[in-house]
């Protein structure tokens, strides 16, 4: 509808996606709690609904981005808020004035687009003090940007966080720490987690002196493949890279490795957090991988991000209540936070997690053998990031910081007929997400959907396209409530306390 070029809204395709996803969505799917075969077809069934809705994105960019003579690289923005960050740039990209070069290849450069919009990556955006790494005769490394100042040991924990404008340590003891424990329900081995593994603890140090034999932490030996390096040094990102093996035994017994972990730690110019890139190979039984953060801060409770808002609860054990909340979900984020300071966890795919004091978890991989005896066997990827803040985290923009770690700027070559900048949709407040822009199920109207996340009473202004020219407030089924005042191309709002609202606009 907003496009410059044609394209038929791909209405079958997208709900032929969406019920494939929508089945998958079954309680014994999604915990993993059915058998081999079903996984089998799960697996299919989500490269099916990605091709799919890759396909719809490429042909959209290539509709919107479209009508002009000369060819440049675009940012193109899905979220509400103006943004900028370092991407990878297309393979034979070399036009942009400041870049870098890494060591896989490839091309990164700093990007900014605007809100549900689009720019052209022409490498003039300014950014503050470059990222620089450095590392000293013990083998700590350093990294740091103008905003974070990070050290890493010589076993890849971090060992210490700051932020600069504050020089207040976040860091309690060595984070990014990998811990394995014993996972034996007592009787339903995939569907239940027991509190009393939380006694099996076993961290996974592996050696930090000059011999590569592996150190033996309880039942297990641990020794790096490569130890933590420097690959990429600025002046845009900034990467170090660990790898290390797990065995079931020492080298000497010649123990079965049970799991693998390569993972990239990476600071980019400007970024607020310290991402951790993971790729694990898991291939054991009965246990459970997380990865921990003991944090210096002091607080009794713990905010835990949903779908359109966040919870609080406790990180202590004082009530068989408090207690039994051992392990908790969440979606994006975990936020700790005490008075004037906070860290928040941030994930793109991972959802239990534990806080108990300053001790904060993710839990990764688990491997249950009843019903699907292969469960999470195999390749995993994902990413986490650490990313301390001054003041609440909702003035510190946890929740926008976790949105795009989610949802990073998609990149299309194209010609476009000069336009090098053009926004959509915008929010003037960033308490107010714009989750969803969709057409409406009559056919002949937009969609948009929007939350408050921060916990409170707001107002905010939706700007809309040109060529809206009536606003109604409907429900979620999009039965109208009542139509909204409109001043030129903005629409007034009003939220309550997580308040989800949802708008018809009419086009031109």
């Not at 060591?103 to 470059?130: C, K, M, N, W």
């Not at 103008?146 to 404008?165: F, H, Y």
């Not at 590569?212 to 130890?227: E, H, L, N, S, Y």
């Not at 969440?330 to 997690?353: I, P, Q, R, T, Y």
Request: with cysteine; net charge negative; charged share 20%.
């Amino acid at each position: 509808m907003l496009t410059r070029g044609h394209l038929e809204y791909p209405q079958s395709e997208l709900n032929k996606a969406w019920k494939k996803l929508l089945l998958n969505q079954f309680h014994d799917v999604l915990p993993g709690t059915s058998i081999q075969t079903v996984y089998e077809d799960v697996h299919q069934y989500y490269k099916e609904i990605a091709d799919s809705c890759n396909d719809v994105i490429e042909r959209a960019l290539a509709a919107l981005l479209t009508g002009g003579q000369s060819e440049n690289v675009y940012a193109v923005n899905t979220l509400s808020w103006t943004r900028r960050e370092v991407v990878t740039l297309p393979n034979g990209e070399n036009r942009v004035s400041t870049s870098q070069t890494l060591l896989d290849g490839s091309t990164v450069a700093l990007a900014e687009a605007p809100s549900f919009g689009y720019a052209v990556i022409d490498g003039r955006t300014q950014h503050s003090q470059s990222v620089a790494a450095s590392q000293n005769e013990s083998g700590e490394i350093t990294v740091e940007n103008g905003i974070l100042r990070a050290i890493i040991d010589a076993g890849g924990r971090v060992v210490s966080l700051k932020v600069k404008a504050a020089e207040k340590e976040f860091i309690e003891a060595p984070a990014n720490q990998f811990v394995l424990f014993d996972d034996v329900p007592l009787y339903w081995d995939a569907w239940d987690v027991m509190d009393y593994h939380l006694e099996t603890r076993q961290p996974l140090n592996c050696t930090s002196t000059g011999e590569d034999k592996p150190r033996v932490a309880g039942q297990f030996a641990c020794g790096f493949d490569v130890r933590p390096r420097i690959v990429d040094n600025g002046p845009l990102r900034v990467c170090v890279e660990l790898k290390f093996s797990v065995k079931s035994q020492t080298l000497q017994d010649g123990g079965d490795v049970i799991c693998s972990i390569h993972q990239t730690i990476s600071l980019d110019v400007d970024q607020p957090y310290l991402k951790f890139s993971t790729k694990a190979s898991w291939k054991t039984a009965h246990k459970f991988l997380k990865v921990e953060f003991p944090l210096n801060i002091h607080t009794d409770r713990a905010s835990y991000d949903i779908q359109f808002g966040y919870l609080d609860r406790p990180t202590h054990g004082n009530t068989s209540w408090d207690s039994a909340k051992y392990e908790v979900c969440a979606h994006k984020w975990v936020d700790c936070s005490e008075f004037g300071f906070g860290v928040a966890l941030l994930n793109d795919c991972k959802h239990g997690h534990s806080v108990r004091g300053g001790n904060v978890s993710l839990s990764l991989l688990r491997s249950p053998k009843n019903p699907d005896s292969s469960a999470d066997v195999g390749l995993h990827e994902f990413t986490y990031a650490l990313m301390p803040h001054r003041g609440p985290f909702q003035s510190a923009g946890v929740v926008q910081a976790a949105y795009e770690l989610n949802c990073p700027l998609l990149l299309q070559r194209a010609a476009t007929g000069g336009e090098l900048l053009c926004s959509f949709f915008g929010v003037d407040n960033p308490a107010v997400i714009l989750d969803t822009i969709k057409k409406s199920e009559d056919g002949h109207r937009l969609v948009v959907r929007l939350y408050e996340s921060y916990g409170g009473e707001t107002a905010a202004t939706l700007t809309v396209p040109a060529g809206v020219v009536k606003a109604t407030k409907c429900d979620l089924l999009e039965r109208p409530i009542c139509d909204l005042q409109m001043d030129g191309c903005r629409v007034p709002l009003h939220f309550r306390a997580f308040e989800i609202q949802s708008l018809l606009l009419n086009l031109s």
